[in-house]
C-alpha cells in the first residue's frame, strides 16, 4: 500500500486555526466544501453566523471529543485492545478495537493509535477475527480489518492480505458474500465495508463485478436501506455480519462486520440477535409492497458513506440522506429501531410511544452519512448540514462527566457508543477518517423528498420534512 499523508498533521493544522475536522479531509486529497454541521442549531435557518461563532462551536464539540476519547482509553486492556463479556465469559474483541482506533484517529491520539494497530496486525487476532481460524472468510470483518490496518497515520505493518481475500468471495452479481460451514451472513452494512476498503486501495474499479450497483439495488424505495439483503440471496437474518451493526442489548450497529464473535455493534455489521429478519433488501421495483423493505438508520448512514465516497450515484445518496433526516427525533437523535415502512407516524412520536429511546451509535452513524452526503448532493445542503449538527450537538449534551457517553440518553458510559461518538463529535465521515478520495460526482437536480406526513419537530424550521427540502439557494 502505498503511503499517505499523516492525519495527526492536517488535524493539527486544523485545531490551531479553530475550524471544524469536518472541512479537513485527513485523507490524501481535499474535499472542497464548505465546513459541515458548525452552525448552532439553534439558529434560524436565514442567520449567518460569523465566522468566530462557527470556529467556537466546532472547538466545542472537538474538545468533546477529545474527552470522549480520553475516557474511552481507560477502557482498553494492555493499553492496546478491548475485551468485551458474554455469558459470563470475557474475550478479547477485535471489532471494538477497531471501533476504538478510529476514535483514537479522529481524536487525534497518537500513542494509543499506535499501540493497537500493532495489536491488531498480530497474526493471531487477524486469523480469530476473520474466520480464517475456523477456515471460514467472513467478508465483513476481513473488510473493516483491511480497513483499520491502512488507516492513514498508522505505523503498524502486516502481510494481512485483505484484498486477495474479499476478491475471492466477490460474486459475478457484486455481492460479497461468507464463506463459512455455517452459511452466508453478508448483509449491506458488510457490503459497504467492503466498497470502502477496495476505495482507500485505489483498486474498486478493477474489480471483475460491480458491488456498488448491488449495494444501490438494495435500496427500499423510501430511501433507506435495511439491516440484511433478501432471503433470496443469503440468509435473511443479519446474525454474524458486522460491527457496523450489532449483536448486543442496544441494538446499534458498530464499525464493523465480523464472525459473531463480537456481541456489540461495531463500524460493522456483526451477530445480531436482536435484529428483525428482513426479507426484502434489493425489491426497489415500484410494484413492490411497502412494507417488503425496511430502512435501519445504522445501515443507511454507512451505506451513505460508501456510495457518496464511491462517486457516481448522487440521487441515492440524497434519497438516503433525505430519509435519514425525516427519521431524526426532536432533540436531535436517532433509535436504533427501523422505522416502519410507509408509516405516516413521526419516528420521534413513534419511538416514544413503542418505549423505544435515543440511540448514541445509531446517532453518530446517521451523523457520518449526512457530513458525507454533504460533500457531494447540490439540493438540500443546508437541511443536511442542520440536521448533522442537531445530532452532533444532542451526542455533546448526553456525554458524562467522566467524558464516556451512553449507549442511550443516560447511563454509564460504555465503550462501543464512545467510539462511534468520537468521530461523529469530529465532524469526521468515515471515508475521510480512513483517507479515502471522494470520486467525482455530478450531483442531482431532483426532489428526493417523502411525504409531507413527516412534517414534525424542529427539522421543520430548516426545511426538513415539510414536504419539499429546500435546496441551498434561499436559505
Not at 20 to 38: E, N, Q, R
Not at 191 to 216: E, K, N, R
Not at 359 to 369: D, E, F, I, K, L
Not at 396 to 421: E, I, Y
Request: with cysteine; net charge negative; charged share 15%.
Amino acid at each position: 500500500m502505498s503511503p499517505r499523508p499523516s492525519r495527526i498533521l492536517a488535524a493539527l493544522t486544523c485545531a490551531l486555526a479553530a475550524i471544524s475536522l469536518a472541512a479537513c479531509s485527513g485523507g490524501s486529497k481535499a474535499i472542497s466544501t464548505p465546513s459541515v454541521g458548525d452552525e448552532s442549531a439553534s439558529q434560524t435557518a436565514s442567520a449567518k453566523p460569523s465566522a468566530t461563532s462557527s470556529a467556537s462551536a466546532a472547538a466545542a464539540l472537538q474538545a468533546d471529543a477529545v474527552k470522549a476519547a480520553t475516557w474511552l482509553s481507560t477502557t482498553l486492556k494492555d493499553s492496546n485492545h478491548e475485551v468485551s463479556t458474554s455469558g459470563g465469559s470475557t474475550y478479547d474483541d477485535p471489532g471494538l478495537t477497531i471501533d476504538t482506533l478510529w476514535a483514537m484517529v479522529a481524536a487525534n491520539q497518537v500513542d494509543q493509535t499506535s499501540q493497537i494497530g500493532a495489536w491488531l496486525a498480530d497474526k493471531a487476532q487477524i486469523k480469530s477475527y476473520t474466520g480464517q481460524g475456523a477456515k471460514a472468510i467472513y467478508a465483513a470483518a476481513t473488510a473493516k480489518l483491511g480497513l483499520a490496518l491502512g488507516t492513514p497515520g498508522l505505523p503498524a505493518e502486516t502481510d494481512f492480505d485483505a484484498s486477495a481475500l474479499l476478491t475471492g468471495r466477490l460474486q459475478s452479481s457484486g455481492r460479497f458474500t461468507d464463506s463459512s460451514s455455517s452459511g452466508d451472513y453478508s448483509t449491506p452494512t458488510g457490503q459497504a465495508l467492503a466498497i470502502l476498503y477496495y476505495l482507500q486501495q485505489g483498486t474498486l474499479a478493477s474489480l471483475h463485478a460491480d458491488p456498488v450497483q448491488y449495494l444501490v439495488g438494495a435500496q427500499c424505495k423510501d430511501g433507506s436501506w435495511p439491516a440484511s439483503f433478501d432471503a433470496g440471496g443469503a440468509s435473511a437474518s443479519a446474525s454474524a455480519d458486522a460491527d457496523y451493526s450489532d449483536s448486543d442489548s442496544d441494538g446499534d450497529t458498530d464499525f464493523d462486520s465480523d464472525s459473531g464473535q463480537d456481541t456489540g455493534t461495531d463500524f460493522g455489521a456483526d451477530d445480531d440477535s436482536t435484529s428483525t429478519d428482513l426479507d426484502s433488501g434489493t425489491d426497489t421495483d415500484e410494484t413492490a409492497s411497502a412494507t417488503s423493505c425496511v430502512g435501519d438508520v445504522d445501515t443507511t448512514g454507512l451505506v451513505v458513506q460508501a456510495l457518496a465516497a464511491a462517486g457516481g450515484q448522487p440521487k441515492d445518496v440524497l434519497s438516503g440522506a433525505v430519509w435519514l433526516a425525516h427519521h431524526q427525533s426532536e432533540d436531535g437523535s436517532w433509535s436504533s429501531s427501523s422505522a416502519s415502512a410507509g408509516s405516516s407516524v413521526s419516528p420521534a412520536a413513534s419511538a416514544s410511544s413503542s418505549g423505544k429511546t435515543a440511540s448514541v451509535n445509531s446517532t453518530a452513524m446517521a451523523v457520518m452519512g449526512l457530513l458525507s452526503a454533504y460533500k457531494v448532493v447540490k439540493d438540500d445542503r443546508k437541511a443536511i448540514q442542520k440536521a448533522a449538527l442537531a445530532g452532533r450537538e444532542f451526542l455533546a449534551s448526553v456525554q458524562n462527566s467522566d467524558g464516556g457517553l451512553p449507549v442511550g440518553a443516560s447511563g454509564t458510559s460504555d465503550a462501543r457508543a464512545t467510539a462511534q461518538g468520537v468521530v461523529a463529535l469530529e465532524g469526521d465521515d468515515m471515508p475521510t477518517l480512513l483517507g479515502v478520495e471522494y470520486a467525482p460526482t455530478a450531483s442531482p437536480s431532483v426532489s428526493a423528498s417523502p411525504s409531507p406526513s413527516y412534517g414534525y419537530g424542529y427539522r421543520s424550521t430548516y426545511g426538513v420534512g415539510s414536504g419539499s427540502l429546500s435546496k441551498d439557494s434561499g436559505r
